[in-house]
């Protein structure tokens, strides 16, 4: 428990303006004389008192004290100081940059906090096989082709995640977000002991299979659970942690230069995950729209065309953006070591430095799209990104570093924006299914934009002609957000999807 405790003289106008129920960290309701309890806020525990003294000049001595404790969990001592500065700085209405748009309380507040501590495992294990490739084929005697048919043999994987999303439409969320997690945290542990490339990539196919469901997941629980002006916002939050678990695979990364098997380690380091999902799944309740939501009933035929168009253009863009930003990701490492002589500790310092401001551009983009809507920001950050990332892979030295980071900030605008269309568009008890059907669709995009460019980069000895030619996607993608998708923000679930009214 946190406890603000201030003293002060007012006069009677000053008193009766504290006696007010307070409207912006937190709703107040009158629970007793001089005593607010906590109505709506991101507050597991609340209290507000006042003691007023009457002053010989006709003022009053007020003693007003607020205790407190956060429902954010594991992350309270991020917010402590802003949420400690709000409540001592009484505001007429609800708005803080550091802030959802919406007034979380504390059903919303928990379960993001939760969600987000998953979303760092997730992070993690989603990005090793992306990491360690260029040093595990290095140990095992293979080059760039074979990493590129690794990657995209892993990301058969997919089709685990569609069965295991389409069962969380049945089943419910909560049980299969926590034995994916769990799961693939145990076979990322088990890839570290593999004895050729092959194994690896076997482990990893069940490994990042059962990591994208996870992640379809969390995605889907944080939109089924958020304020209707705050799911881009969300996922903005979401993605940061993912970038966190990602960057943890990173810092680790030095490890690979000590000896040609360092690499392993940081797939055994998966080991922690499996706590870390254990101990905040126990906490994490069902999704309430699951468990609200009315029988399944034999779909209309608008119902069906509804969901066959929206299927189809989400799909279609999810192919071609991976197809380009798959590639872009997954040969950054060996286009850094082969072809610009990085070390590992030199690939560490250059993706912390280029990745680490890419927060900057999510929580940007999550806030601008609640305001301006989702298809100007999305559009806006894909045509940056892809054109400052693809340009990235033409220079060295100083043009290198910013190209590599603008791309990264820029585009990371599109990412909220886009990010919760797939949970969005569609119903609760198709809402899995349907993820898992257009992930599966983007991870065909992405392993074959893998293969691609592993088989060109090969013969021409550079990755960055490949990366340019599979630019031409995302342009596409962008014409269809600006021509083709619905805007969503500011809307409930329910209004987008009529049939879950």
């Not at 760092?120 to 989603?126: F, N, P, T, W």
């Not at 990491?131 to 595990?136: C, E, P, V």
């Not at 994987?157 to 034995?179: C, Y």
């Not at 279609?316 to 990701?329: D, E, I, K, N, R």
């Amino acid at each position: 428990m946190t406890t603000i405790s201030t003293t002060s003289v007012c006069d009677r106008a000053e008193l009766q303006q504290r006696r007010q129920p307070r409207s912006d960290i937190v709703a107040e309701a009158l629970s007793g004389t001089d005593r607010w309890s906590c109505l709506e806020g991101p507050f597991r525990q609340y209290e507000r008192t006042l003691e007023a003294q009457p002053a010989s000049d006709g003022r009053y001595q007020v003693t007003e004290t607020t205790t407190y404790k956060l429902a954010v969990s594991i992350w309270a001592w991020l917010f402590h100081f802003p949420v400690r500065r709000a409540l001592m700085h009484r505001r007429q209405r609800y708005g803080y940059w550091w802030a959802p748009p919406d007034r979380l309380d504390q059903r919303a507040a928990t379960v993001l906090a939760l969600l987000a501590g998953i979303q760092i495992v997730d992070g993690y294990l989603g990005s090793v096989l992306s990491q360690t490739i260029t040093f595990a084929a290095d140990e095992f005697g293979h080059g760039n082709q074979a990493q590129g048919w690794v990657l995209s043999v892993a990301r058969v994987g997919v089709l685990i995640a569609l069965v295991t999303a389409a069962l969380a439409d049945r089943r419910g969320r909560r049980s299969l977000l926590l034995g994916a997690g769990i799961a693939s945290c145990v076979l990322t542990v088990l890839g570290g002991l593999s004895p050729n490339l092959w194994v690896l990539g076997g482990s990893q196919l069940a490994a990042r299979g059962l990591s994208t469901a996870l992640g379809i997941l969390i995605a889907i629980v944080a939109v089924e659970e958020m304020p209707y002006r705050s799911r881009a916002w969300a996922a903005s939050v979401l993605t940061l942690s993912a970038g966190l678990g990602s960057g943890m695979a990173v810092w680790i990364l030095p490890v690979a230069d000590l000896s040609e098997r360092g690499w392993r380690a940081i797939y055994l380091v998966a080991i922690v995950g499996v706590a870390v999902v254990a101990l905040l799944g126990r906490r994490l309740p069902e999704s309430r729209r699951f468990m609200k939501a009315a029988p399944i009933a034999a779909p209309t035929d608008s119902l069906r065309a509804r969901r066959r168009g929206r299927f189809t253009l989400l799909a279609t863009s999810a192919f071609l953006l991976a197809m380009f930003w798959a590639p872009a990701s997954g040969f950054r490492n060996d286009f850094l070591k082969d072809e610009q002589g990085f070390s590992g500790a030199g690939i560490t310092v250059f993706t912390i430095t280029t990745a680490t401001p890419i927060g900057i551009g999510l929580l940007l983009g999550g806030y601008l799209a609640e305001r301006h809507g989702r298809r100007r920001v999305g559009a806006l950050g894909i045509v940056l990104g892809t054109a400052l990332t693809s340009a990235s892979y033409f220079f060295d030295g100083v043009a290198l570093w910013s190209t590599t980071l603008l791309g990264g900030v820029l585009g990371a605008l599109a990412v909220p924006a886009l990010a919760v269309y797939g949970p969005e568009l569609f119903g609760t008890h198709n809402r899995g299914r349907t993820n898992g059907a257009i992930i599966t669709l983007g991870v065909a995009g992405s392993a074959l934009g893998l293969f691609f460019v592993g088989y060109l980069s090969d013969r021409m000895s550079a990755v960055g002609p490949a990366i340019a030619v599979l630019s031409a996607g995302p342009l596409i993608v962008t014409w269809l957000i600006l021509t083709r998708f619905p805007e969503t923000a500011g809307l409930e679930l329910e209004e987008i999807n009529p049939e879950d009214a």
